[in-house]
Structures are given as C-alpha cells and as structure tokens.
Antibody, heavy 122, light 106 residues
C-alpha cells in the first residue's frame, strides 16, 4: 500500500528556515516523480516543486532560489528545505506522487500525504 | 505562466442533479489536465487525468472531457459523498491549479 507521511512543519519566524520530510512506503521515491504542493489557509492548491528520477528538479517562481527539493534513497524519503521564509509561505504542505516512472513530463498526482502545516509569523 | 480559470466558483445542487464544472486554460494544454476532489481537512483525491481518463476506483458518474483550452468535469448524478471542492490542474508546462469549485448542498 502506498503511503506518504509528512513531518517537520511548525511555527517559524520570517526569514527563518525549516526542512520538511516525507517518508514514503509501498513504492520507491527515486523511481517516481515526486512533488511538493501547498495550500494556504482557506485558499487553493499551489504546486511548489518536482524532482524527477534522474535527479533534475524544478520550482514555482514563488519559491525559486529559496526552496530546495531533495531525496534520500536509502531512507525512501523526500525533503523540502525552505529558507528565507515569508508570511506568504504559510500553508499546509503536501508531498505527492506522480504515478509515472522515469521520464520528465510535468507532474500530476495520484497519492498525497496528509500534509504538514507551516506557519510563518513573528 | 498558464492561467487556469474554473467556473463557477460555487455551485449549489441537490442529490441526483447533473453537475458540470468548467476549466479554461489561458493557452493550449493539449489533454494534460487532471481533476481532483478535496474535502475539508483532507488531501486532494485524483479523479481524472489526461482530461478524460478515470482513475481506478473512482465512480463512473464522474467524467471528464475537452482538449486544448476548454475542459469539463461532469458528475452525472450527484451523490451525498460528492459535496466537496473540485480543482483542475494543468501539467502541460510546469503545473497550475484552478482556483477551485465548491459544490454545496442546495
């Protein structure tokens, strides 16, 4: 059974850093496209970043240069390092899997985690 | 960036109604469109990908159509479990979601 479990959210001051984790089971993180998607309170969904099986990664303009997606194949875990956090980064962050293996098409998402809340506030 | 516009933003309907939600892209995205259902406090659930391909396990009352810039999600007979917010997502170039359509009880 495919499962994604996020952790690492919390309250952080503007300008601070946080690292989110997404532990995967039931499949291999390094084989699928993996993404982070966020949702500000009461708002819609916003794609944040994707990492492909080959290791290449892409980011939304809103986080480019501040966020870094990565994975640890030995732990089957996806990460999102978030630096220079702003109030507008406040959101529930979901990790999500694309069902396709390999390749580099833009992602859609068949499995999602339960989300972890990041609150950026002083 | 490709802009995705859903209409309506809110839809009031009754059990048994046929419901249609429209999603328009600011430029052609071929058939690279997905639809999701989200309930409060829960993660989104994939309903349809590639504009019209029904995800395994999703009831057949859900269907998707369209290509290019105009797409629709249709629920043929609304059930109590279908009251939720629906999002379209383009994945032709990067990824953008529509703003969502809330389907509420009339």
């Amino acid at each position: 059974e495919v499962q994604l479990v996020e952790s690492g959210g919390g309250l952080i001051q503007p300008g601070g850093s946080l690292r989110l984790s997404c532990a995967a089971s039931g499949f291999t993180v390094s084989s699928n496209y993996m993404s982070w998607v966020r949702q500000a309170p009461g708002k819609g969904l916003e794609w944040v970043s994707v990492i492909y099986s080959g290791g290449s990664s892409y980011y939304a303009d809103s986080v480019k240069g501040r966020f870094t997606i990565s994975r640890d194949n030995s732990k089957n875990t996806l990460y999102l390092q978030m630096n220079s956090l702003r109030a507008e980064d406040t959101a529930v962050y979901y990790c999500a899997r694309d069902p396709r293996l390999y390749g580099s098409s833009w992602p859609y998402f068949d499995y999602w985690g339960q989300g972890t809340l990041v609150t950026v506030s002083s | 960036d490709i802009q995705m516009t859903q209409s309506p933003s809110t839809l009031s309907a009754s059990v048994g109604d046929r419901v249609t939600i429209t999603c328009r892209a600011s430029q052609s995205i071929s058939s690279w469109l997905a639809w999701y259902q989200q309930k409060p406090g829960k993660a989104p659930k994939l309903l349809i990908h590639k504009a019209s391909s029904l995800e395994s396990g999703v009831p057949s009352r859900f269907s998707g159509s369209g290509s290019g810039t105009e797409f629709t999600l249709t629920i043929s007979s609304l059930q109590p479990d279908d009251f939720a917010t629906y999002y379209c997502q383009q994945y032709n170039s990067y990824s953008q979601f529509g703003q969502g359509t809330k389907v509420e009880i009339k």
